[in-house]
């Protein structure tokens, strides 16, 4: 189940010309909710995990070279991970 399934219109998010990247992203929102579905996170845990991603890559995109438009785009997509997770806490 990937985060694309979970939010309207988030399709754009997923797709783009880097497949390594969007294999990556996809690889660890199925790990992370693999884990959940074992008991060996909890979704709670799995969601500060997800915010962690998001601060670090806050804090590292000038260092990088990131470009504004470039970190939108990257926050766009671990917030639809966060989303993805926060549609198992409600089910």
């Known amino acids: 189940m990937g985060p694309s399934s979970e939010q309207p219109g988030s ?12 294999a ?14 074992k008991s060996t996170l909890t979704t709670r845990e799995a969601l500060a995990i ?3 991603a998001a601060d ?12 504004p438009e470039a970190l939108a785009k990257s926050l766009a997509l671990i917030h639809a991970i966060a989303a993805s997770l926060h549609q198992d806490i409600r089910d």
């Not at 990556?24 to 579905?37: K, N, P, T, V, Y």
């Not at 890559?57 to 260092?63: G, I, L, P, R, S």
């Open 24 to 37: 990556a992203l996809f690889l660890i929102d199925s790990l992370l909710h693999g884990l959940i579905e």
């Open 50 to 52: 997800v915010d962690r």
């Open 56 to 67: 670090v890559k806050v804090e590292n995109a000038t260092d990088i070279g990131d470009s």
């Open 11 to 22: 399709h754009s998010l997923w797709s783009g010309s880097d497949p390594h990247g969007q």
